[in-house]
């Protein structure tokens, strides 16, 4: 059950921010305080957070409904949301500019997604031992 909460959480938020970045690219650069100076940086943008995030979100939408795509639904959150939040924080620690409520919410969420995540994962592992 706890996995597809997780599952569910990650699929709604995911194709939601991913679809806002992908229809206007300009809403997550602000969100992050970054400026796009040319259509590279559209496309960069709408690419990695729209499109890269909706096709997660999908991912994780099919691990619910079909069990072949369970464990590796979950392993995409624990693995690359893992990684994610790990070089979130250790770009956080590095630098020496101020941070704001963006970057400690994505990487509380993150971090909370991990764990969730990772627990579930364990479970569906020892439900097939038990």
Same mark, same amino acid.
Request: charged content about 10%; overall charge positive; proline content about 3%.
């Given at each position: 059950?706890?996995?597809?909460?997780?599952?569910?959480?990650?699929?709604?938020?995911?194709?939601?921010?991913?679809?806002?970045?992908?229809?206007?690219?300009?809403?997550?650069?602000?969100?992050?305080?970054?400026?796009?100076?040319?259509?590279?940086?559209?496309? &960069?943008?709408?690419?990695?957070?729209?499109?890269?995030?909706?096709?997660?979100?999908?991912?994780?939408?099919?691990?619910?409904?079909?069990? &072949?795509?369970?464990?590796?639904?979950?392993?995409?959150?624990?693995?690359?949301?893992?990684?994610?939040?790990?070089?979130?924080?250790?770009?956080?620690?590095?630098?020496?500019?101020?941070?704001?409520?963006?970057?400690?919410?994505?990487?509380?969420? &993150?971090?909370?997604?991990?764990?969730?995540?990772?627990?579930?994962?364990?479970?569906?592992?020892?439900?097939?031992?038990?």
């Amino acid at each position: 059950m706890l996995g597809k909460f997780i599952l569910a959480l990650s699929s709604l938020v995911f194709i939601a921010y991913g679809l806002v970045s992908l229809v206007n690219p300009a809403v997550p650069a602000g969100y992050a305080g970054l400026v796009m100076t040319n259509g590279n940086a559209y496309a &960069e943008i709408g690419s990695m957070y729209g499109g890269l995030q909706t096709g997660v979100g999908l991912f994780c939408l099919l691990a619910i409904f079909r069990p &072949e795509y369970y464990r590796g639904g979950l392993a995409v959150l624990v693995i690359g949301i893992g990684m994610l939040a790990l070089a979130r924080l250790i770009s956080a620690v590095v630098t020496n500019d101020p941070l704001t409520l963006y970057t400690w919410g994505a990487l509380a969420y &993150e971090t909370v997604t991990v764990a969730l995540a990772a627990m579930a994962l364990r479970q569906s592992y020892r439900a097939v031992k038990a």
